[in-house]
Each structure stands twice: as structure tokens, then as C-alpha cells.
């Protein structure tokens, strides 16, 4: 069963930096596509970056020039290298596959404040 866990997160000004990391266990990482999921109080989850298995990424509109999804395939790990954070940007952030499978790790939270 492939296991996610995510960290780095913590408690960070705005316009400050934070380096999310999550490793994954299992085969045969380097042939999915990885994805940073967000949930923040009262909100559904959602994606917020994903990156292919042959490195290209998306991101959501209200990261995008701010993130930066990046995966190293050797050691299973996969990254989120968050910029000029917002008080918005504050939830629990969760890695997975993309699309998601249905398990999810604890995630690690972000909180954005003064």
C-alpha cells in the first residue's frame, strides 16, 4: 500500500517562504504524476500543484508565480517550495497521486499570520 508523508509545514508571516516536502512509499514512483493538495477550514480539499511523471506542472491560479512542485524520482520524494505566502494559503497540505488515490496521508499544516 503506498503511504504519503508530508512535512515542513508551520506557522510563517505573509511574504514568507516555506519548503513542503512529502515521501512516498512504493514502486515504481517515478510513473505517476504527484500532486499538493490543500484544505483549509470549512472548504473542500483542493489541488493546488501536480507535476508528470516526465516533469511538466500545473498550478492553480491562486498559486500560480508563488509555487514551485518539483520531485526527486531517486529518493520518492516530491516537493512544494511555497513563495510570498498569503493569510489564504493557510490549510493542511496533502500530497498523493494525481489523480488522488483514495487514501491520504496526515498532511502538514501551513499557517499564514502576522
Known amino acids: 500500500q503506498v503511504q504519503f508523508v508530508e512535512s515542513g509545514g508551520g506557522l510563517v508571516q505573509p511574504a514568507g517562504s516555506l519548503r513542503l516536502s512529502c515521501a512516498a512509499s512504493g514502486s515504481l514512483f517515478n510513473i505517476y504524476a504527484m500532486g499538493w493538495y490543500r484544505q483549509a477550514p470549512g472548504k473542500q480539499r483542493e489541488l493546488v500543484a501536480r507535476i508528470g511523471s516526465g516533469g511538466s506542472t500545473n498550478y492553480a491560479d491562486s498559486v500560480k508565480g508563488r509555487f514551485t512542485i518539483s520531485r526527486d524520482n531517486v529518493k520518492n520524494t516530491v516537493f512544494l517550495q511555497m513563495n510570498s505566502l498569503k493569510p489564504e494559503d493557510t490549510a493542511v497540505y496533502y500530497c498523493?497521486?494525481?489523480?488522488?488515490?483514495?487514501?491520504w496521508g496526515q498532511g502538514t499544516q501551513v499557517t499564514v499570520s502576522s
Open positions: 498523493n497521486r494525481y489523480p488522488p488515490l483514495r487514501y
